[in-house]
Nanobody, 127 residues
Framework: QVQLVESGGGPVQAGGSLRLSCAVF????????MGWFRQAAGKEREGVAT???????SYADSLKGRFTISQDKEKKILYLQMFNLTPEDSGMYYC?????????????????????WGQGTQVTVSA
């Protein structure tokens, strides 16, 4: 069983930065795809970024240049560094994982294609 635990969310002013973390617990495998999703109130969950076990990354086009996904393999932690935040970035941020050789579809990979999810961490950006 795999557990994902997100942290690092909170209130921030527009233009500010946040770094989200997702710690991975339990049985893991050497090949995987991990992703960050977000869901604003009243909107569908959308993919933000993915990273696989080889370190290949993919980003939603609208977020390139402002968000950076990374990982610490030894600590089993996934990160999402977010810069120049706007109120439109507010929402619940989730990390997800699936055991694959690579992230098929990249950031466009659908949420239902991930088996493991964290509980989410709330990001609130004020104008």
């Amino acid at each position: 069983q795999v557990q994902l635990v997100e942290s690092g969310g909170g209130p921030v002013q527009a233009g500010g930065s946040l770094r989200l973390s997702c710690a991975v617990f339990g049985n893991t495998y050497s090949s995987y795809c991990m992703g960050w999703f977000r869901q604003a109130a009243g909107k569908e969950r959308e993919g933000v970024a993915t990273i696989d076990s080889d370190g290949s990354t993919s980003y939603a086009d609208s977020l390139k240049g402002r968000f950076t996904i990374s990982q610490d393999k030894e600590k089993k932690i996934l990160y999402l560094q977010m810069f120049n935040l706007t109120p439109e970035d507010s929402g619940m941020y989730y990390c997800a994982a699936e055991y694959l050789s690579y992230c098929i579809g990249g950031a466009a990979r659908k949420s239902e294609e991930y088996k493991y999810w964290g509980q989410g961490t709330q990001v609130t950006v004020s104008a």
